[in-house]
């Protein structure tokens, strides 16, 4: 088994030296590289009536204006799943406010800018749909759901009737607003063509999906599209789709037979991307009066595009979180004019858990129960919804573990009965969970001559430790320092990896790196047993090891050589090998999910209605963690996250034209390191022989689940009030605390 490790982040370095080139920072090869800048639709719906350049095409470095008039033509219906129906300027349609229906070229980017504010568009408006149904089961069911992988309702047993007979209810709607990504770098495209073949360095969490995306929309084979993408400044979600700025500065290249870049503003990045959507969600529990769950039907709806389909799925985690046999989850869709809603950290789980396991807490007062007893009662120890068996369930543990490292215990149940001085104290807790994803990975390594080595896999570092788990792994296997190993990873030019997304990357490309690391060890061992001139000659290869950047006997530990003096005599410049893995039966035999438990102290301003964090600790079983150092910086991050979700976070929009109206870092309120208090994580032990070769869960978004349920479960302690609606701000808890 390879032992857990702290390296550090082996390309931190670079970052925090400024040595890291992002996508904005590349120049083409001839230092002819124009600026892009966007215009945008200002209504939500309607038709672009008449657009007039002449003023912008005056400003001295402008070379074009691209509208829907004069822009190239691409096949809008082959660009995979994600992308149908995106607006990339075919015809004069409006369909949200903020949509893209210019791009000026120029010089220079203020040149750019400028013309950008000088483009006039006249629009023939249709009436725009701005308000999503605030009704969880009124519209209609969506067909596809969570992209066609699952059906958007299920049922088990006899929910409905079930919870009309409990003797205990909880029927409550639960809220969560629009939230954006805003991760560190925003997002950037630098597109060149070179003949028919076309080079884009792109911010992005799936080189490989941007490859389909281009190679589709401009009808070229993919080989012709090549996505480069080193280094990421957080995505979130955000840079998994090829969103339409994407393929808009290709087309701007293509159009002036020029390189062309764009870098989109922060506030476009409110508009031009996806965000989380607006969800309604209507929680019924029953229990009987022991609190044994005997009822849970989890309705939500959540706001669509008017164009596109992405579903929101907030009930999967009630549909086996706990044990209960009469379970009914449903999920709809609203249209409304804005743009396409995307995957947001824990897509599915941080909006849906925030409403169970406020629900779930309900039920623990409304029971006069401890909540952890409450969950304790309703364990799960298989997957009713899919009737398998967990391949591993470490949660008790969580719940134990982090119970003792927060001290629990010292909860007084009353709420409103703690303080601290004039602050209302509250301590609240809830469950997180989130399912494993694997995909399809290849990767190649190769042990070089000089006694170094080369990991290379079309993988994304969004910031989460790919390099660095990448680089470990080899170390690992081959026996080799960190620093002597090299890793590639963020283009399409490389061995075949997913999006760095569903907290799936380690668990897709491990084993492939792991393959072909143990496909060079084998040939290593190999050559040395059989060459007369190595002190191992004639030992069988069984009898061998690597450690410290030389095969050795095991059994004796110094009888060996370098791999320098081997591939020397060998005359070999480096022996490589491929490897690839894809998931096999697990996801037909266990159902798969990484599980934790959040607990959180707040402080309440009872004159200002203030809510402070001061306390959380996040115990997560979430089976091998790669990397102790890099994986406990991306939980306390996911939990950051949640904090954000929990009491300031949300995208507003105007009723009346549908625009956002606080698109920047001032207005839309993400945690600052003031906001951030003591954060502590546990890593509780979990072996999961099941999952993947390597035993690893992903960590990426587990840790944001659950966590704004905890916060707003301390504030019910602390406050009495129950809010249902994120974010949990000053305003909406004032009114109740002068009492
Ligand atoms: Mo994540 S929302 O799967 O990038």
Redesign the pocket.
């Known amino acids: 088994m390879i032992p857990i490790t702290t390296a550090s982040r082996v390309d931190g370095r670079l970052k925090v030296t400024g040595g890291a080139r992002y996508a904005a920072e590349f120049a083409p090869a001839q230092d002819n590289v124009l600026h892009a800048v966007l215009v945008q639709s200002t209504i939500a719906a309607g038709r672009v009536a008449s657009i007039d350049t002449a003023r912008a095409k005056q400003v001295p470095g402008v070379v074009a204006i691209m509208t829907h008039e004069n822009a190239p033509r691409i096949d809008l219906g082959k660009a995979g799943d994600m992308t149908p129906g995106f607006p990339l300027l075919q015809d004069d349609r409006v369909m949200f406010n903020g949509q893209h229906l210019a791009v000026a070229i120029a010089t220079s980017f203020e040149a750019a800018q400028q013309a950008a504010q000088l483009v006039e568009l006249h629009y023939n408006r249709d009436e725009a749909t701005l308000l999503m149904s605030d009704n969880p089961t009124g519209t209609s069911v969506p067909q596809r759901f969570r992209n066609g992988m699952r059906p958007p309702a299920s049922t088990r047993g006899t929910p409905q009737a079930s919870f009309d007979a409990a003797a205990v209810k909880i029927d409550q709607i639960y809220r969560t607003p629009i939230e954006h990504h805003n991760p560190m770098e925003p997002h950037a495209t630098l597109a060149e063509w070179q003949g028919d073949r076309l080079l884009v360095h792109n911010a992005s ?1 799936s080189v490989f999906g941007n490859r389909k995306a281009l190679a589709g929309f401009f009808g070229l084979p993919e080989d012709n599209v090549r996505i480069v993408s080193p280094f990421v400044g957080g ?3 955000s840079k ?1 789709v090829s969103w339409p700025h994407i393929t808009l500065a290709a087309m701007a290249a293509k159009l002036v037979g020029q390189p062309v870049k764009l870098v989109l503003t922060r506030r476009q990045m409110f508009t031009s991307n996806g965000y989380r959507p607006k969800t309604v969600q209507h929680v019924r529990l029953g229990a009987d009066r022991d609190g044994r769950l005997t009822a849970v039907l989890h309705d939500g709806i959540s706001q669509n595009s008017a164009y596109g389909e992405f579903s929101e799925p907030v009930g999967l985690a009630s549909e086996m979180l706990y044990s209960c046999p009469n379970v009914a989850v449903t999920h709809r869709l609203s249209k409304v004019n804005q743009g396409l809603p995307t ?5 599915g789980e941080a909006s849906g858990v925030y409403a169970l396991e406020s629900a779930m807490d309900e039920l623990a007062w409304a029971l006069g129960m401890d909540p952890i007893e409450l969950r304790l009662k309703n364990y799960a120890d298989r997957d009713e919804h899919e009737d398998k068996p967990f391949s591993s369930k470490t949660l008790r543990a969580c719940y134990e573990q982090g119970a003792a490292a927060f001290d629990w215990k010292r909860r007084v149940a009353q709420p409103r009965s703690m303080r601290d001085g004039r602050l209302l104290i509250g301590l609240g807790m809830a469950t997180a969970t989130y399912p494993v994803n694997r995909s399809e990975a290849a990767a190649k390594v190769r042990l070089q001559a000089d006694g170094t080595a080369i990991v290379r896999c079309g993988s994304q570092d969004i910031g989460t430790g790919t390099y660095t788990v990448m680089a470990q792994l080899v170390g690992e296997h081959l026996g080799l320092p960190l620093d002597r190993v090299r890793a590639e990873l963020g283009d399409t030019a490389l061995p075949q990896a997913p999006v ?4 799936q990357s380690v668990a897709s490309i491990s084993p492939a790196i792991r393959e072909a690391c143990l496909a060079v060890r084998a040939q290593t061992l190999q050559l040395a047993a059989g060459d007369p001139a190595s002190p191992l000659h004639g030992l069988d290869p069984e009898e061998l090891d690597v450690a410290d950047g030389r095969i050795l006997q095991s059994a004796e530990k110094s009888r060996g050589e370098t791999y320098q003096a081997l591939l020397a005599r060998q005359g070999r410049a480096a022996i490589e090998a491929d490897g690839s893995a894809k998931p096999g039966e697990e996801k037909q035999k266990f159902s798969m999910h990484s599980f934790g438990a959040q607990f959180v102290e707040v402080a309440v301003d009872p004159d200002l209605g203030e809510v402070r964090v001061r306390r959380h600790v996040g115990a997560f079983a979430a089976g091998r963690i790669m990397n102790a150092k890099t994986g406990r910086s991306q939980m306390i991050g996911g939990i950051v996250f949640g904090m954000g979700m929990a009491l300031t976070e949300a995208t507003e929009v105007d009723p009346r034209s549908g625009r956002v109206t606080n698109a920047t870092m001032a207005d839309y309120l993400v945690p600052v390191h003031l906001d951030v208090p003591e954060i502590e994580v546990i890593m509780v032990a979990e072996q999961d022989d099941a999952v993947n070769p390597l035993g690893a869960k992903g960590i ?2 587990l840790p944001t689940v659950g966590t704004a349920a905890a916060i707003a479960n301390a504030v019910y302690h602390a406050t009495g009030q129950r809010i249902r609606d994120l974010p949990i701000r000053p305003d909406k808890l004032i009114d109740g605390l002068s009492i």
């Open positions: 969490q995505g979130f979600g998994g995957f947001m950290r824990a897509p760095s997304g569903g907290s990426g978004e």
